[in-house]
């Protein structure tokens, strides 16, 4: 079985300062890891994944995320944030082999304070 | 990146009524489609997976002769809320996979707000 773990609700940042979205995640195997972002009213957009190689990835909008095996994390990251950031996160994870369906996380809301 | 459509973006519709939604890959043929419904605030709920040309496979809980849906070409998926209910009334996103390949993420659809009266 495969899981994912976001443990925030809600994020608030200000302006500038760099932001976390936090990511868990449990899989038998090797796991395919991915960010995706939805503003309200709209379907995901994808951001980044990481599949294997180099364990910092980059994405879409500055956005970057640093895969950590031994403590089975991908969180989200980004410098500074900008207001336009604001809206619901979401991770998903799926195991290498087997089924190729990902699991989402609940999804955590970032607010950006101007 | 690849891009999917949905159609309609918003539909009202009486009780009792069915009510069609529309995913079209318009770049890229999908021979997966997800369809997903979304409560306000929670997460993605996986309805069914479809395969082109074979029969959708259901989500435990999920009433396949109420959501039914046909995946006929690889550039198309059709999810139909049959019999529509106040409780139906939900956010619908569909998203596609290309085939097996270097990109293994989906892509999603804008969705579709579903009001049922």
């Known amino acids: 079985a495969q899981s994912v773990a976001q443990p925030e609700d809600q994020v608030n940042v200000a302006e500038g300062n760099p932001l976390t979205v936090k990511c868990t995640y449990s899989v038998s195997g090797n796991p395919y890891l991915f960010w995706y972002v939805q503003y309200p009213n709209r379907g995901l957009q994808f951001l980044l994944k990481?599949?294997?190689?180099?364990?910092l990835v980059k994405g879409s909008y500055g956005f970057e995320a640093e895969f950590n095996k031994s403590q089975t994390s991908f969180h989200l990251k980004k410098p500074s944030a900008l207001v336009s950031d604001s809206a619901l996160y979401f991770c998903?994870?799926?195991?290498?082999?087997?089924?190729?369906?990902?699991?989402f996380g609940r999804g955590t809301s970032l607010i950006v304070h101007p | 990146g690849a891009v999917v459509s949905q159609h309609p973006s918003w539909v009202i519709c009486k009780s009792g009524t069915s009510v069609k939604i529309e995913c079209r890959s318009l770049d890229f043929q999908a021979t997966t489609m997800f369809w997903y419904r979304q409560f306000p605030k929670q997460s993605l709920m996986l309805m069914a997976t479809s395969n082109e040309g074979s029969k959708a496979t259901y989500e435990q809980g999920v009433e396949k002769d109420k959501f039914l849906i046909n995946h006929a070409s690889l550039t198309l998926s059709t999810l139909t809320v049959t019999s529509a209910h106040p409780e139906d009334s939900s956010f619908y996103i569909c998203s596609a996979r290309p085939p097996s390949g270097i990109m293994l993420e989906q892509y999603f659809g804008p969705g579709t707000r579903l009001t049922v009266t």
């Open positions: 998903a994870v799926r195991a290498s082999g087997g089924s190729y369906i990902p699991t």
């Open positions: 990481y599949i294997t190689g180099d364990n």
